[in-house]
Nanobody
């Protein structure tokens, strides 16, 4: 029972930064753990980062740890992904996701995705 809308994707040079946002509808945003996943053509969708309902716990894929930061603002019904030191390998469609129990097997809700392209 949540609608997700990503924004903030675009084209950036390697080493640059982007901040993705995901706005959720409704008044129950804080009831969901949130996450970011990404997918490139011919590959399975992969986990990037998740954050617990209160924001107290986060998890990151090894490939992005130390470069990406997930955060949330429950008052604004928004989750963010700050991406620094971007690499061409980060190029993908990034999807926002929500799960009521932080289980992710699979996520319950998905956004439509936003394209991130990192040039070399």
């Amino acid at each position: 029972q949540v609608q997700l809308a990503e924004s903030g994707g675009g084209l950036v040079q390697a080493g640059g930064s982007l901040r993705l946002s995901c706005a959720a509808s409704g008044r129950t945003f804080s009831s969901y753990a949130m996450g970011w996943f990404r997918q490139t053509p011919g590959k399975e969708r992969e986990f990037v980062a998740t954050i617990s309902r209160s924001g107290g716990n986060t998890n990151y894929a090894d490939s992005v740890k130390g470069r990406f930061t997930i955060s949330r603002d429950n008052a604004k019904n928004t989750v963010y992904l700050q991406m620094n030191s971007l690499k061409p390998e980060d190029t993908a469609v990034y999807y926002c996701a929500a799960d009521p129990y932080n289980s992710w097997y699979p996520p319950s809700y998905w956004g439509q995705g936003t394209q991130v392209t990192v040039s070399s």
